[in-house]
């Protein structure tokens, strides 16, 4: 009868092999579940609340309505900390972007320059995308927990300070979706079908 010795840097691979494989079967007998049960199915209320993305046409603006001077409250109360008194950023905050990272406006026409400043004014091409970003994502501390009003409110008073919209505008599902942005054209369309049918 022949034996064959296993080379030991083999000898260790296989062994670890043998226990990757051996593993399930000892989890099912600890009681262990065959197959993870995280969460629980979401319901058409959890969707919806998650659910809110806003098209660039407009198309899922909540009502509501807001202008510069209801904005500027908002502002200096919840976006001035880190945004700064003249949208322009705060320098020096820790563990977060700063300076002028956080710079709201100005900018126009440095994009195809050496020292492009990318802004709301400068760069994006819809308003609504500045009100879809607040609403998921601002204010750093407690995203998400503005209101409609205060929204469209911010929204105004930011691309008011940007010499986008007159300080007199009212902002709301129908007037949001109209802002010529300076911007607007300066995208290349994406041939792909749209995401917002």
């Known amino acids: 009868m022949f034996t064959r010795?296993?080379?030991?840097?083999?000898?260790?691979?296989?062994?670890?092999?043998?226990?990757?494989?051996?593993?399930?079967?000892?989890?099912?007998?600890d009681g262990y579940p065959a197959q993870f049960e995280f969460g629980a199915p979401a319901s058409n209320q959890d969707i919806a609340a998650v659910a809110i993305a806003i098209a660039p046409d407009g198309k899922g603006l909540p009502a509501g309505k807001g202008d510069h001077a209801a904005g500027k409250r908002v502002y200096e109360a919840k976006c001035g900390d880190c945004h700064g008194a003249t949208l322009q950023g705060v320098p020096g905050l820790p563990d977060m972007p700063a300076g002028a990272a956080l710079r709201l406006i100005g900018g126009r026409g440095t994009l195809t320059t050496g020292n492009p400043v990318m802004t709301v004014e400068s760069y994006w091409p819809y308003a609504t995308t500045l009100f879809d970003y607040i609403r998921r994502a601002m204010p750093f501390q407690s995203p998400g927990s503005l209101n409609a009003d205060e929204l469209y409110a911010v929204s105004a008073y930011i691309l008011a300070e940007g010499n986008v919209i007159d300080k007199t505008m009212v902002l709301d599902a129908q007037t949001l979706p109209r802002v010529q942005m300076p911007n607007r054209d300066g995208f290349i369309p994406d041939p792909r079908p749209e995401f917002f049918k």
């Open 5 to 29: 010795s296993v080379d030991p840097k083999y000898g260790a691979l296989l062994a670890a092999a043998v226990a990757v494989l051996a593993m399930p079967s000892v989890a099912l007998a």
